[in-house]
């Protein structure tokens, strides 16, 4: 069974500072999401990968396949960062089934 | 921006009841999926569908749930008896690829069960 944990669960930064959210799984994955929920509770996708690195404006997002971790961090971060930040992994073997961390909440102050 | 769209928002019914969620994926896609999330605990996922027939299913979807493809448009879940403990919001999501890739998320469903 596939289990998701992410780190830490809350997080409260100042406006300008440089975030890390950490994401650990405890079997093979073939993809690994990392996705943004609102406060009014709406889900956006923001990365997925398999391997290496992606960026995206401020966001980037790393994943080491062999040490089953993954990162996302956000470079400047800025009050309308504040959010539920999940991640979620997909099952090698052709699942279709996502399994998700319980979020870590982001509060970035001005 | 092409969009999925849920309805309704805010659903209320008494225990008992049965219920149709609905949800109009993004136009060229061809996966379909349902989520919940009972407040405060994480998103868990429900059941994947795809070329009009279920290809994956949590423990969770048991024989209260079902879902359909009615038209070329919708996507509904339906449950069939409803209790307390189904009030959870519920996300609709859709992607153009198989494997759960690219999902788009629907703003989601906040159904309570009386």
């Known amino acids: 069974k596939n289990e998701v944990e992410q780190s830490p669960q809350n997080l409260t930064a100042q406006e300008g500072e440089f975030i890390t959210i950490n994401c650990s799984y405890s079997?093979?994955?073939?993809?690994l999401h990392w996705l943004q929920q609102h406060p009014g509770g709406g889900i956006v996708s923001l990365f997925m990968?398999?391997?290496g690195k992606k960026k995206h404006g401020r966001l980037i997002a790393t994943i080491n396949i062999q040490e089953k971790h993954s990162s996302l961090h956000i470079t400047a971060s800025h009050p309308r960062d504040s959010a539920v930040y999940i991640c979620?992994?997909?099952?090698?073997?052709?699942?279709?089934?996502?399994?998700f961390g319980k979020g870590t909440k982001l509060t970035v102050n001005p | 921006e092409p969009e999925v769209t849920q309805t309704p928002s805010h659903q209320v019914t008494q225990m008992g009841q049965e219920v149709i969620l609905r949800c109009v994926p993004i136009?060229?896609?061809?996966?379909f999926y349902w989520y919940r999330q009972i407040l405060g605990q994480k998103v868990e996922f429900l059941v994947s569908?795809?070329?009009?027939?279920?290809?994956?299913k949590s423990e969770i979807f048991d024989d209260q749930f079902s879902v359909e493809r009615p038209d070329g448009s919708n996507f509904t879940l339906k449950i069939r008896s409803t209790k307390l403990e189904d009030s959870a919001m519920y996300f609709c999501?859709?992607?153009?690829?198989?494997?759960?890739?690219?999902?788009?998320f629907g703003p989601g469903t906040r159904l309570t069960v009386l």
């Open positions: 569908f795809y070329n009009n027939e279920i290809s994956e």
């Open positions: 990968l398999s391997s």
């Open positions: 079997v093979g994955i073939s993809a």
């Open positions: 979620a992994a997909l099952t090698q073997g052709g699942s279709e089934k996502l399994v």
């Open positions: 999501a859709s992607s153009g690829n198989s494997g759960g890739a690219g999902q788009f």
């Open positions: 136009s060229n896609h061809l996966y």
